[in-house]
């Protein structure tokens, strides 16, 4: 796996979660997602953005785009905070399940939406969760 | 702070939302609207979200919220112009906008609206009717 090039952006107050959007979508068009994945990977990395901030107390993204070793393109996207962290990760990923005051849809919702996710978090030691989307094939 | 703005046009109101719909500005769209329904006693509200490239889980709880709150005020809303991809990653996302009528473009959405507020009032009227001959709505068919 290597890493073509890498935007770092800080996930520290409400305006920044646009900000990161912003980001995204400049690189998916960029790299010639169509409309919808597009869409769903934008999606994906507001949810995920939101969480960062609301959950883990602000963080950052990494916006990456990555060769898979054999030339295949892919935008990952990994989103660190230093935040309380999830006790139980399983029960996160499910659908409805919420702390905070979202529909709970956020963590479940994002991993639907792209092909690649990794989500690693202890309690009392942050959240990291990684969202990979790869270019579709011609 | 980015305001959306709220045009009343006889008994509706129309919002098209054009901004960046970040949180503060949804938030702020919801009371703006409730209280903009109230004083201009509308009847119905078209939101007309073209211009929106995505939607995510927060907003869809705000605009189904919205639909929710007009209701309690005795006001119908009409969501028109998403697009497409929008439809595709709201569903695969989970948000189902449920109670919220949807139409094409504004056209469509100003018909529909037409149609929900003559509904509601032609059904009062029966209520007000079978009141007056002295048995409840329900015993009326057949």
């Not at chain 1, 995204?24 to 068009?29: G, H, L, N, P, Q």
């Not at chain 1, 507001?46 to 892919?74: F, M, P, V, Y």
């Not at chain 2, 054009?18 to 703006?32: G, K, Y």
């Amino acid at each position: 796996m290597l890493v073509k090039s890498q935007e770092d952006r800080p996930i520290c107050k409400e305006d920044d979660i646009s900000i990161v959007r912003s980001s995204v979508k400049r690189v998916v068009a960029l790299l010639n997602f169509s409309l919808v994945n597009q869409t769903k990977i934008i999606t994906a990395a507001s949810e995920l953005a939101r969480n960062t901030l609301e959950h883990g107390k602000g963080g950052h993204a990494l916006i990456q785009i990555i060769d898979d070793g054999t030339g295949r393109i892919g935008l990952r996207m990994i989103f660190e905070d230093t935040g309380p962290g999830i006790p139980d990760t399983d029960r996160a990923l499910e659908d409805g399940f919420t702390t905070g005051n979202g529909m709970g849809l956020g963590l479940g919702g994002a991993r639907r939406l792209m092909d690649e996710f990794q989500l690693e978090s202890h309690a009392g030691s942050g959240t990291k969760v990684s969202i990979t989307k790869w270019q579709e094939r011609l | 702070m980015d305001r959306i703005p709220i045009l009343k046009l006889g008994d509706k109101l129309l919002v098209t939302i054009q901004v960046d719909f970040h949180d503060r500005v949804a938030l702020a769209l919801q009371e703006d609207l409730t209280e903009k329904i109230l004083s201009a006693g509308a009847k119905g509200v078209l939101i007309d979200i073209s211009a929106l490239e995505m939607v995510d889980s927060f907003m869809g709880r705000v605009l189904g919220n919205i639909a929710k709150a007009s209701r309690l005020l005795d006001c119908e809303t009409v969501l028109v112009g998403m697009q497409p991809a929008i439809a595709i990653t709201i569903t695969e996302l989970g948000i189902a906008l449920q109670g919220i009528h949807t139409a094409l473009n504004a056209e469509g959405g100003m018909a529909l609206l037409e149609r929900l507020i003559k509904a509601k009032s032609n059904r009062g009227r029966t209520a007000n009717a079978s009141k007056i001959a002295g048995r409840p709505p329900n015993l009326q068919r057949g």
